[in-house]
């Protein structure tokens, strides 16, 4: 990839937390780092040197750069140590913090315990996890040892003794502040205390503690909220306020993430979103809860495509490209696949969660290669803005010159409106024009932008000029008729497309429509409009205060005692605005109007100090 390419890839990074690929000019992933503002730290790599001389050397290498968009700055961190694992970059390997994350291990062995660990050794035991710090992952333990007496510790008994299932073993457990202690084994005793756990009860209350695990909080919760309202019932009150903060306890637990539920496993998951030239897909593979991998392609429309069948080449190309094998797909919609696949079309929960998510960086694709054909192609870039705008406002020709009108008056006073033009969805602002309302007396918006109307496209008429294709009114209907009568006088209202924009709702008004238009607010669309409405009311309210200001300084002349008409026409033809006239000295005014006449006006803008 050449160097103009990779510099608007950094241009258009998002600033949201996430993971980054590097890539070596044969396509080989070369370094894989986590970020909490995607943006800021892909770009600290090229805004400096480093002191590590093998920094600046991976530098040097970089000729691709890919992400994936997470939600937070934690699941950044689990999907970093995922994909290092599984692609194991060159540089990585050098890193000093290229840790393994921390996950809970069911031993597989007679009363088995409950122990966080970073390896996974496989012997039968059961993994859940990986977790993002060892305090969530004490947090867990010290919720499942304030519920149930579980062995977290290897006690120095004599294996020999424990593995014979002869011999009748049980947990000697004591409860204190809340939580339950592990003292020992004890076996085959004479008398069965109430502290002592069977091995049958220990496996009931294991199969509660893997629900904890596996987020099924449901059959725990009724069992707690039962308990506590019982010894509600016996007046127990402080028992019951345990089994009270052990319910929020479990309550607060419940947070989701990106990284989900270990069940969800071996399960490929993909999203598009599409406009009207190309498609962009996204794809996830989740293994045991954790998201593996993630890619997303950009498809060509060439006869209008429709979403399902574009869903349906890239999931073929994908599977190809990956050699994928998994069983399970989740799609937003239902698609005929030929391969020997489940399809889940997810509603709500984990699966619909990850759903979102793929979406979610699917959009963040498509935004980003607009924003890099904009710098690239800035003709195709104006070409989809206008395809768009044109099927969005239900247009018969694009908007390549839009004009936006907008009147400003403070009660009443100096009546003016403002005329914007854009021109490929960009102000053209040699164009902008200004109007002082001369027919309408009073706060009269209707009046005002009937005569503004008539005059802009009479004088444009008059003098040959383009037409828009598109008028946009700053109003409501009350604003929107009062335009379209102008037009109709001047036999254009079937010439030019108008609407009105009501700024409460942003409803898109049409003549004769009683129902007004809805667009998405996050539209291309919205947006220019939404442009072209407040530079309307830049530009005017600009101008307004201009004119006040004039008419200000105007008004202050005209108080000056024994200055007449015909002086005041006189001293504004020599100086040009009553601004001047105020700093004039006074050999200048004496030239223009004589003395005595110089003499009151400058002696009125510089009056003597009294003693």
Known sequence: MSTRNLEIQLKTLP??????????????????????????????????????????????????????????????????????????????????????????????????????????????????GPYTSTKVVNTILNLVKSIYPIRTENYNFSQKQINDLNTEIFLKTHTHKGYFLVLGFVSNPKVIKTDYISEKDYKKNMLFVKEILNGKFGNIKKTLRKQMLKLSSLNKFEEAQSYKEKLTILENYQAKSTIVSPRISDVEVYSIISDEGYAYINFLQVSHGSIIRAHTIELKKKLDETDSKLLVLAITEIRQRFKLQSKEVYLPFKIELGF??????????????????????????????????????????????????????????????????????????????????????????????????????????????????????????????????????????????????SLDSLNLSSKIAIIGIAKRLEELFYPNDPIPLYLDKKSETLRIIQQLRNEAHRFGIEHHRNRRSKSALYSKLESISGIGDKTRIQLLKAFKSPQRISFAKLDELEQIIGFSKAQKVYEFYNPRDED
């Open 340 to 485: 020997n696949l489940k399809i889940t079309i997810p509603k709500v929960g984990e699966k619909k969660h990850l759903l979102d998510l793929s979406l979610r960086n699917a959009k963040y694709h498509r935004f980003e290669k607009l924003k890099q054909v904009k710098i690239t192609d800035p003709e195709r870039h104006i070409k989809r803005i206008m395809t768009q705008m044109k099927l969005d406002l239900r247009l018969s020709e694009e908007p390549k010159h839009i004009e936006c009108f907008d009147n400003s008056n403070i009660q009443g006073t100096h009546p003016v409106a403002a005329c914007v033009v854009f021109k490929n969805a960009k102000p053209c602002k040699n164009d902008y024009r200004h109007f002082n309302i001369k027919t309408v007396d009073g706060p009269d918006d209707f009046a005002s932008m009937t005569e503004v109307v008539y005059r802009r496209y009479k004088r444009l008429l008059d003098e040959k000029k383009s037409l828009p294709q598109l008028i946009i009114i700053d109003g409501g209907k009350g604003q929107l008729s009062a335009a379209l009568k």
């Open 15 to 128: 600033d949201n937390p996430g993971v980054y690929k590097f890539f070596d000019s044969k396509g080989i992933i070369i370094y894989i780092g986590k970020a909490k503002n995607l943006k800021k730290r892909v770009l600290s790599y090229f805004n400096k040197n480093h002191e590590q001389a093998k920094t600046n050397i991976l530098v040097k290498k970089i000729s691709k750069i890919q992400h994936i968009v997470v939600e937070t700055e934690i699941d950044a961190l689990l999907l970093e140590n995922n994909l290092i694992k599984k692609f194991q970059p060159r540089y990585n390997v050098l890193l000093k913090d290229d840790k393994s994350y921390p996950w809970l291990c069911i031993k597989n062995e007679r009363f088995p315990r409950l122990f966080p660990t970073r390896r996974i050794i496989k012997d039968g035991s059961e993994y859940f």
